[in-house]
């Protein structure tokens, strides 16, 4: 039951922003970020309503696809996490989105391994925005190649740009980086027009008013919906 209250009180908020912001509400998804949850969790999520899931971790993501796949149950699953190129495999197979593409290589391998029987990987940009040493993404100025390179893998779908602002308290120091991303999303809608370029992924609980005020179309959300969580068992 708290986990269906915590999932209204989130789509309460994002519509309110959505409003500030004289946007549609519809015009924002959210994505439940399940990393280290129980299965429990994301039944009880996906019971109220939540169709899209964020895993950072591929093993513990692709255990947890498997379990819903065995159910029946059909869940939109997310890979949100930094990806190694030895783990590209499970990402390729099992999942729905990858959202940290930030490598030819990367995106090479995925494609290559995509199983053909099934849709093309839908695949966000990740970009470092805050130009952050410990975080993944590329710099701006490098989005446009690795679009180039990704629109020739018939197994990948660019949908757009994904980041992780360095975290801040100052509203304008967020929405400096949230602007920037905008930007960087109708750039790469116009050198691309002819395609399904529709998915800006930047915003958590603590930018989320920033985020869509800026132009965000998917909001990750973890703590707020699902309470704190237990890193004791992950690598």
Known sequence: MQIKNNLATINQQISQYCELAQRNSSSVSLLAVSKTKPVTDILAAYQAGQIAFGENYVQEGVEKIQYFNEQNIQIEWHFIGPLQSNKTKLVAEHFDWMQTLDREKIATRLNEQRPHYKQPLNVLIQINISDESSKSGIQP???????KHIQNLPHLRLRGLMAIPAPT???SEQEQA???MKQLFTELQQAFPNTQIDTLSMGMSDDMASAIKCGSTMVRIG???FGKRDYANQP
């Open 178 to 180: 949230f602007n920037q």
């Open 169 to 171: 308290e100052d509203i």
């Open 223 to 225: 703590t707020a919906i």
């Open 141 to 147: 100025e490098e989005m446009l190649n690795l679009a």
